[in-house]
């Protein structure tokens, strides 16, 4: 069931993801070469407890997930393409890149967002892929309002990644949001034009571009939760929590 958040709604959302987008930038100030993905995972979550917060992924578990997340945040460097769990074991090092994905309860309303940053000086390819994938999301948002198909965003975010040469992962989406982490309905990042339902005045939806610079084709690790390109190459995501209006979008992950 698709759900319609209030005007009362939307302005708490916008609240909360306002804290939440001024949370991560403040942890991503921290990414830096000999930082464990812990580290940054326990600032998260002091930042968003001293905010009066809950982080919504910790304890989370999803339709087909076996054990609930154990963290935070998710942090997803290099081939990793969503939801790594953070670990003492895992340091940063210079030229890698990491997705920082983060979701708040505030208010008993739900927002997610997630960001790519390099750590230290980054290869040129590496750079270029942030940017695209970063550009889809800002793409992709610029053609919603009430009344566009999801697909035909999915169309924009699509031909910005491909265009540029890479690849836009197809099995993970974006999805409702508000009154939980996830809610219908699935957002592909991928689409023809004029499919599936319409966009409505007070959706409520993350939208969440996942590119690649090779195959788009995906593998689940070990661990049950960390997705990752199945031939390695590297992975960047953008997340923004957007609210959809009349003649246009609402971001409300932002400062
Ligand atoms: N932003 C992530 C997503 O939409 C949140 C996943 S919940 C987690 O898939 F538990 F996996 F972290
Ligand atoms: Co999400």
Redesign the pocket.
């Known amino acids: 069931m698709i759900t319609i958040k209030t005007p009362e709604e939307i302005e708490i959302l916008s609240e909360g993801g306002k804290i939440l987008a001024s949370i991560l930038d403040d942890v991503s100030s921290k990414v830096g070469a000999g930082i464990s993905t812990k580290e940054l995972d326990t600032r998260a979550y002091n930042l968003i407890k001293k905010a009066g917060g809950n982080p919504s992924?910790l304890g989370?578990k999803?339709r087909d997930s076996k054990t609930a997340?154990p963290a935070s945040l998710?942090v997803s460097i290099n081939n990793e393409i969503?939801?790594g769990i953070p670990s003492e074991d895992r340091i940063l090092k210079e030229g890698d890149i990491v997705s920082l994905?983060f979701?708040m309860e505030y208010k008993k309303l739900f927002t997610?967002m997630?960001i790519t940053v390099g750590v230290g000086e980054i290869s040129q390819k590496a750079s270029n892929l942030i940017d695209i994938t970063k550009k889809s999301l800002s793409g992709g948002i610029k053609s919603l309002r009430g009344g566009v198909f999801p697909e035909d965003y999915g169309f924009v975010v699509q031909s910005i990644v491909e265009k540029a040469g890479f690849s836009i992962i197809k099995e993970l989406v974006g999805?409702g949001v508000g009154y939980a982490?996830?809610e219908d309905p699935d957002i592909p990042n991928y689409g023809k034009k004029g499919k599936g339902f319409e966009f409505k005045e007070g959706m409520v939806v993350?939208l969440?571009p996942m590119a690649c610079i090779g195959n788009s084709d995906i593998v689940l690790a070990d661990d049950g939760?960390t997705w990752k390109t199945k031939d390695g190459s590297l992975s960047a995501h953008f997340?923004h929590t957007v609210a959809i209006e009349k003649d246009g979008c609402r971001i409300l992950t932002r400062q």
């Open positions: 992924f989370y999803s997340y998710c969503v939801h994905d979701g997610d997630s999805h982490v996830h993350a969440e939760w997340e």
